[in-house]
């Protein structure tokens, strides 16, 4: 295949046209040309591994909710169960434990009960309860927003990886409130759907991005539903990918309404230092109006991780999904975290009068008191277009298995599972540099789900300065990352879609063997390579 084939499979578009999503759809499409030969897919963030014992659990509390459902209707047979009874279920639990010791999942099971009663004082049979109806999904969510203990439970998983502090007492984790959602991606889409309709973000107002950033998040704000003015915060590749004070500086702009991030970021896979968390809250110390939106999916893969909602509590929505750590995607489980004081809230009390009485009407058909409504409960009733409030909610069964997951980190104080999961991945990142044949570099912040290859650097520290400057002028990062499809069946992603500034390509180091990850960094180095020689011949000519 040549570049006249890849022309007919583009039907009519430029390159530098299509989303990073599109481009890896024609990069599959030419990796797979060669049926014969194993496509290496390291464009998707899709993890390969996944948690065990809290899907064991998962199973075990399955058993137990049948059996509770089987306690009643026995005069029809096995055709029909019924609802859990909350009275005598600690008996009945104990005894199922007791009689399933040497099955994989129940010692978990029965030590998340214990934990949950013994440490964190909830009584064991509300939350056994709880997780037995929301097992079988025989009830509709309630609250829509969260079951009350999933909800306690879970915002302590999340301030333990958040750096904020765990332990019953700590003052963030009594005062955060979720909302348990459809994965990351469904929060950010309720969250710009729920500021819109609470005239919050207004088509032409100014959004302040952190880039570079995944690249759906530069694309939603310029959708004809919001049309929004994007301010771009650029991470510097020279300090690390952190943010420099005068890029933050932009937010000090009355004009600029909200700021997103991902933190760690997504495609550079570097979490914030303190220096730029620092530099961030002393813009907000002038800007007590600036709503700051953190998408924090990564913060398990980093040491030491701090989010901007430790930091910065009352200004700060957090945005959460279980779906990487504990290899959950298919889940769709996530959160979004806000503080009970927060800054949407204000904004909305202060709001002009006709337009409050505009979200009194829209909001009046669920409470008899629109106005005192929180923004939490207003993204509960947004996300099903108000009228349909009483149906909203993350269906019951999912928030059960988040709970079994958030119980997982939670009891493994000695960091088990999350250090062997760090060490899958830096396996893999150094594998990556074996394959190139290279020292790899480290950096403190990085989390190694992603590395980004910068061709420029990658070139030069293989064969200099001048070399470098010729081969990105020769073969573009586009037509680059085609040639390793097309040539290999290695389908990386263009830096450029996550607004990077510089000729690069975006490894997943999540969803390959490590092996994989060797073959990768050859193939890459083969291909600079053969462009070396080209170089060596002209220069000799």
Known sequence: ???????????????????????????????????ERIMLNAGRGNPNFLALEPRYA??????????????????????????????????????????????????????????????????????????????????????????????????????????????????????????????????????????????????????????????????IPRLDTYRLEIVEIHAREELGYQIPRDELEKLRDENVKAFFLVNPGNPTSVKLNDETLEGIAEVVEDRKDLIIITDDVYATFAEDFRSLYTVLPHNTILVYSFSKYFGATGWRLGVIALHEDNVVDRLIRELPEEVQEELEARYAPITPNPRELKFIDRLVADSRNVALRHTAGLSTPQQVQMVLFALYSLMDEEERYKNAVRHVLRRRYRALYRGLGIEPEENPNMTYYYTLLDTEKLAERLYGREFAEWFIRELPIEEFIMRLAMDAGVVLLPGKGFDVPHPSARVSLANLREVDYIKIGRTIRELINEYYLEFRKKKRS
């Not at 009594?174 to 919050?200: C, D, H, P």
């Open 58 to 219: 998962y199973l075990q509390l399955g058993k137990f909710a049948l059996s509770e459902a089987e306690r009643h209707f026995g005069y029809m047979g096995d055709l029909i169960g019924g609802h859990s009874d909350r009275k005598g279920i600690e008996a009945r639990f104990e005894i199922f434990i007791r009689n399933h010791w040497n099955e994989r999942g129940t010692a978990f099971l029965n030590s998340a009960v214990s934990y949950v009663r013994d440490y964190l004082g909830f009584p064991a049979g509300d939350f056994i309860h709880e997780m037995v109806q929301g097992y079988l999904g025989c009830d509709y969510p309630s609250p829509p927003r969260m079951l009350p203990l999933a909800e306690k439970i879970v915002a302590r998983y999340l301030m333990k990886e958040m750096g904020a502090g765990y332990e019953p007492g700590y003052s963030l984790v009594e005062e955060t409130q979720l909302f348990a959602v459809e994965g990351g991606t469904g929060a950010m889409a309720y969250l710009f759907e729920s500021l819109k309709a609470n005239r919050i973000l207004n088509p032409g107002d100014k959004i302040a991005l952190a880039v570079p950033i995944f690249s759906p998040y530069l694309e």
């Open 1 to 35: 295949m040549n570049m006249e084939d890849v022309k007919k499979l583009l039907e009519g578009k430029k390159i530098e046209e299509l989303s990073p999503f599109e481009f890896k759809e024609l990069l599959i499409k030419l990796a797979k040309r060669k049926s």
